[in-house]
């Protein structure tokens, strides 16, 4: 393939780590390819969300690229758990060791997709119109920002603030009154940092949710070496595990495990730190019983850290299982509201009713702020691809396709899309996978699938509508043996007013989910139409 009358080969949709990776695979096997990124900068999600305490929940030394060995290598992790401003430095590295950088057009949206006559034409917010005959969307799945419909938010005179979109410039925060609305694992993140720095700091918690010590600490160097040596066991790792990386449990059911002997084997986790706890026995993630075991064991850790009895029931989660709603991975969170300086606001039983000018207003009373920060999370999997606007060959939007919720082939296609795929989209494993792994996989599938078409003469790659029925009912059957579907949660759609609830990731397995597409591959693209 090549230029053809200003035509690309590939249009890359995002410059995170997906896009990246994407652009220089094409790049290196001779496509005509150019990407389009809305920030200045490269690193997706990691770019935006540099609110202060932001840092990945997995470990830096699985959350790297692991398809190039030298740049495996050469890269020093200073800390098991990244913080944001390393990620992004990594992210920034990679984009210049690759020279990706003349490639990628900063500052630019894509607002609209059609495809005619062999190609798509986007449109952007710049004004440009690209033309390609592929595109690729490596738009992440936690980046269309999440601002909910609070009365009077437009209203507020101080300094308003969404994790999600985290101003570059310091902001300052000593001596001012925060406010936080939002408790999951950004706002849970966020709160122990602005304790340190506000005067006062009142957070507005709607659910409760469960939340591990992350134990953070510096790598030794021995731990770096050790990985290097690991190498190829990691790769090995990325195609025979279910999240990509490998996850130490004892290989029993906590049920049929001695309550002693579970309860020292939490602690070994709890201790340990980071989401490993969660697979310690085998059962909990589909037994109701066995997970109201693991969530005991929780409640019990924050009701032994928060001194305040009533603040402990308030920050204590009830009613859901422990992983529907995803683990948070904290530094300190329970322990901040030990200090007399930071109050929860529990929303279930005093509402906001509306933002004022000077604060927020709950059914109780009013709350005078400075700074209010909304770390009210993201219209997760969907919302960053329906924004896109693309339509199909009969110019439906995918938003309205999507209206009951998202369809697709392995996450990867749409029918009535040709030509276009969506790394990471919904029906991959998504979150539930180390995202890096997924990432990579996706890349280099994608990558065979374009060498293929350009090696055989193909022109048009689509999914089949029969295809995708089967695929969008396998990953509802996998949802269905799970506690997932019982719990309103982001996964499911729940979060957004007016979105179906589906549960959107694959449910089967990073290992599993890669042996049907290299299956599919195999089978000379079984479930797409070529021509
Ligand atoms: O978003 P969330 P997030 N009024 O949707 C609340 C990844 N991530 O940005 O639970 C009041 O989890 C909402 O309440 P409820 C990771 O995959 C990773 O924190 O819906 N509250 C919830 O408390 C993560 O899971 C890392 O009742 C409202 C919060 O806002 C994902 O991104 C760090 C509200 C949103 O939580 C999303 O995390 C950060 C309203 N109207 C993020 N609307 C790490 O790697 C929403 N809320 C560690």
């Known amino acids: 393939m090549g230029s053809l009358g200003g035509v690309l080969d590939v249009a890359v949709i995002g410059a995170g780590f997906a896009g990246m990776h994407m652009l220089d695979q094409l790049r290196r096997h001779g496509f005509d390819c150019h990407a389009y990124e809305s920030a200045p900068g490269v690193g997706g999600t990691w770019y935006w969300n540099r609110y202060p305490g932001a840092r990945c929940d997995v470990e ?8 190039d060995r030298e740049l495996y290598e050469a890269w020093a992790w200073s800390s098991r758990f990244a913080s944001q401003p390393e990620i992004l430095r990594y992210a920034e590295h990679f984009a210049e ?3 990706l950088l003349p490639h990628i057009t900063f500052g630019t949206t894509v ?3 059609t495809f005619a006559d062999g190609s798509w034409t986007l449109g952007t917010d710049t004004g440009e119109q690209v033309r390609a005959r592929f595109v690729v969307t490596a738009v992440g799945c936690m980046s269309a920002v999440n601002t909910p419909p609070i009365p009077g938010l437009e209203q507020f005179g101080g300094t308003l603030l969404r994790t999600a979109r985290w101003p570059t410039e310091p902001v300052e925060l000593t001596g001012r009154r925060v406010g936080v609305i939002g408790t999951g694992s950004s706002g849970v993140q966020l709160v122990p940092e602005l304790a340190r720095e506000a005067a006062e700091l009142v957070v507005f918690q709607r659910t409760p949710n469960f939340s591990v010590p992350a134990r953070n600490r510096p790598l030794t160097e021995a731990e770096r070496v050790a990985a290097v040596t690991e190498y190829e066991r990691k790769v090995v790792h990325a195609s025979t595990t279910r999240f990509g990386h490998p996850v130490t449990g004892t290989g029993r059911a906590a049920l049929a495990t001695e309550p002693a002997e579970r309860a020292a084997e939490f602690d070994k986790g709890w201790e340990r730190g980071g989401t490993h706890i969660v697979a310690t026995f085998t059962d909990t993630g589909r037994d109701p019983t066995a997970n109201a075991v693991l969530a005991e064991y929780f409640r019990d850790r924050i009701r032994e850290t928060v001194h305040d009895e009533q603040l402990a029931r308030a920050l204590t989660p009830i009613g859901y299982p422990i992983g529907t709603k995803r ?17 929860l606001v529990d929303l279930r039983h005093d509402p906001i009713e509306e933002v004022t000018e000077t604060g927020i207003r709950t059914r109780s009373g009013d709350y005078e702020l400075d700074v209010l920060v909304l770390a009210t999370g993201f219209d997760a999997f969907t919302g960053s691809l329906t924004r896109l606007g693309l339509t199909d060959r009969a110019g439906k939007a995918l938003a309205d ?9 392995l996450g990867l296609a749409v029918a009535g899309f040709p030509n276009l795929f969506t790394l990471t989209g919904p029906g991959s494993t998504m979150v539930l996978s180390n995202v890096m792994r997924a990432i990579e996989h996706h890349v280099e599938w994608v ?5 293929h078409a350009r090696s055989h003469g193909i022109t048009e790659v689509e999914a089949l509508e029969s295809a995708e029925n ?5 990953v509802a059957e996998l949802a269905g043996r799970t506690l997932y579907p019982h ?3 982001y996964y499911l759609g729940a979060n957004i007013e007016g979105k179906a609830r589906v549960f959107a990731p694959f449910a089967g397995g990073l290992d599993a989910y890669r042996r049907i597409c290299d299956d599919v591959a195999a089978q000379g693209y079984r479930g797409f139409r070529t021509a």
Request: glycine letters at 6%; hydrophobic letters at 30%.
């Open 97 to 99: 060791r690759q020279d």
């Open 401 to 409: 396709r999507w209206q009951d919720g998202p369809r697709s082939y």
């Open 470 to 474: 089967d695929w969008v009912a396998r």
């Open 111 to 113: 607002l609209g997709a």
């Open 60 to 67: 830096s030394l699985d959350y790297s690229y692991l398809h």
């Open 487 to 489: 719990t309103d949660s």
């Open 327 to 343: 683990l948070c991975v904290d530094d300190g969170y329970y322990e901040t509201f030990n200090h007399s300086h930071v109050e």
């Open 447 to 451: 990558r065979e699938l374009l060498l």
